[in-house]
């Protein structure tokens, strides 16, 4: 009888140097079982095409892998474990999990048993979770309070002590994991703007941070800045918060392609009055052209928010029009692979430790990963 072997993970061999600074994020968007539904890599992926970006990533040298979180198709714990069986140096986050999604020993548990089943590189990214969305299923909104209490009790289950908590997260008198990993804890990332609030709760309680993608290398700076000064205020070493900026990437993509996961994923972003109004406000964005880009009548019209009932790019001759070019190059990294070097070169400058690709996916950023290599600051 015919035999097939499974390989598992490449050799050591077949995979280029890892980018130290250079991560990827996959599924960056929809997501669904029926791959026929997607003409394009940029317009969607299924979980198990997310698996193979995942090796993928790792065969080209990226760092690691990010990914968000949805609850129908797109299970965090599921896909990374996916993707760590099938790898063996990528690192492997979580962008973002809500610890009031999860009973804080699940949290724990996901974290450890990552960990033992794959060596330490896994990182653990919780953020606060979108207000509107979790309200309508019975969710607050994660408090910044809550985040580090959850940072606090997930170590200490994983150095398996006993812990008394009521709060956000829950109420427990002796909560305990019996059986720990015995090599290093994870790392426990924050995601958001970190403004003084986050920024205050990035450096009480957390080992990185996971800034927004589409936002401009000033505002990344501004982000930065305020996390170093929080650090400063409690006498924290502000190297030592890992800071990490995502960018939409288009190297060598036909112009419908690449105004699609810009300038479309954008209007999904500005769409929302409360996040979309922090984003601009954080870019120094006219919002008089935000509110004109809302009162589009393709945005008005639709029954439900926009990008539930239209695709991105079916949004880029739309609302997308009503935004400024110079806006969607200035957040994002679109043309030949060295410009989007460049372009990505901008965030390091400003002060990011670390730049991960959004919307598109590790194998279209091959040449990319090429150029990132190449450029004259990698070779300094």
Same mark, same amino acid.
């Given at each position: ?13 077949? $995979?280029? #140097?890892?980018? +130290? ?19 394009? +890599?940029? +317009?969607? !992926? ?19 892998? /990010?990914?968000?979180?949805? %609850? ?26 809500? #610890?009031?999604?999860?009973? @804080?020993?699940?949290?724990?548990? $996901? ?8 060596? #330490? ?36 289950? %994983? ?23 015995? *090599? ?8 958001? /703007? ?81 996040? *979309? ?14 509110? !004109? ?5 393709? $945005? ?5 928010? &926009? ?12 609302? &997308?029009?009503?935004?400024? %070019? ?10 030949? #692979? ?23 996916? @590790? ?8 150029? %990132? ?8």
């Amino acid at each position: 009888m015919a035999t097939t072997t499974v390989r598992v993970a490449p050799p050591e061999a077949e $995979l280029a #140097p890892v980018c +130290e600074d250079f991560s990827a994020f996959i599924i960056a968007g929809a997501v669904s079982g029926d791959g026929t539904k997607f003409a394009r +890599e940029t +317009e969607g !992926r299924t979980p198990a095409q997310g698996v193979q970006d995942g090796v993928d990533a790792e065969r080209l040298g990226f760092r690691r892998v /990010f990914i968000s979180e949805r %609850w129908d198709l797109k299970e965090a714990d599921v896909i990374l474990a996916a993707i760590g069986a099938r790898t063996t140096r990528l690192e492997l986050v979580t962008g973002i999990i809500v #610890p009031t999604t999860r009973h @804080p020993w699940m949290v724990a548990a $996901l974290g450890a048993t990552m960990q033992c089943c794959f060596g #330490p590189r896994f990182v653990l990214g919780v953020g606060r979770g979108d207000n509107g969305a979790f309200r309508g299923m019975g969710i607050e909104m994660t408090t910044f309070k809550a985040l580090v209490e959850s940072a606090r009790i997930t170590r200490r289950l %994983w150095a398996g002590e006993s812990v008394a908590y009521e709060g956000q997260l829950g109420r427990f008198d002796a909560l305990q994991s019996h059986e720990t990993y015995p *090599g290093p804890q994870p790392p426990i990332w924050i995601a958001g /703007f970190c403004h003084e609030k986050g920024a205050a709760a990035a450096a009480e309680a957390f080992d990185g941070v996971i800034l927004p993608p589409m936002l401009t290398p000033k505002a990344t700076a501004a982000a930065v800045g305020r996390i170093r000064e929080a650090c400063e205020r409690i006498d924290r070493d502000p190297a030592s918060i890992r800071i990490v900026q995502p960018v939409v990437t288009a190297p060598d993509m036909d112009e419908f392609e690449a105004r699609s996961i810009s300038a479309g994923r954008l209007v999904t972003y500005l769409q929302y009055p409360y996040y *979309g109004d922090i984003l601009a406000t954080a870019n120094g964005w006219d919002l008089d052209v935000v509110r !004109r880009m809302r009162e589009h009548p393709q $945005l008005t019209s639709a029954a439900r928010v &926009g990008d539930l009932t239209y695709h991105r790019h079916q949004m880029v001759e739309g609302p &997308g029009s009503v935004i400024p %070019w110079e806006w969607v190059l200035d957040c994002s990294a679109i043309g030949t #692979p060295k410009g989007c070097a460049t372009s990505l070169q901008r965030f390091i400058d400003a002060g990011a430790d670390e730049v991960t690709t959004y919307g598109s996916t @590790p194998r279209q950023n091959a040449p990319l990963v090429a150029a %990132w290599r190449e450029r004259p600051e990698a070779q300094r």
